[in-house]
């Protein structure tokens, strides 16, 4: 069983900042990709962020120098730095994780979801 833990939603005003956090627990072998996605009301769900096992990172042109994705191996956690924020970037944050169990099974494990506001 592996269970993903998401934190740091809220209210925030347009262009404060926010930092999602999203810390992984369970019969975990190995985290291998990371990331951070989103769903607006009445849309589909996006992609906002991933991380590599190596760190290599990527965005969504909507947030690009705006948001930085990072992860702590160690604490088997990942992180959205979320700055500048606009009222399009409301919407519920799901943190994802691409799992080796320590049964050998692969799995993908989703948050249960942060909503984000940002409004005046």
């Known amino acids: 069983q592996v269970q993903l833990e998401e934190s740091g939603g809220g209210l925030v005003q347009p262009g404060g900042s926010l930092r999602l956090s999203c810390a992984a627990s369970g019969s975990i072998f190995s985290i291998n990709d990371m990331g951070w996605y989103r769903q607006a009301p009445g849309k589909q769900r996006e992609l906002v962020a991933t991380i590599t096992s190596g760190g290599s990172t990527n965005y969504a042109d909507s947030v690009k120098g705006r948001f930085t994705i990072s992860r702590d191996p160690a604490k088997k956690a990942e992180y959205l730095q979320m700055n500048s924020l606009k009222p399009e970037d409301t919407a519920v944050y799901y943190c994802?994780?691409?799992?080796?169990?320590?049964?050998?099974?692969?799995?993908?494990?989703w948050g249960q979801g942060t909503l984000v506001t940002v409004s005046s």
């Open positions: 994802h994780a691409y799992v080796t169990t320590i049964a050998r099974a692969n799995f993908d494990a």
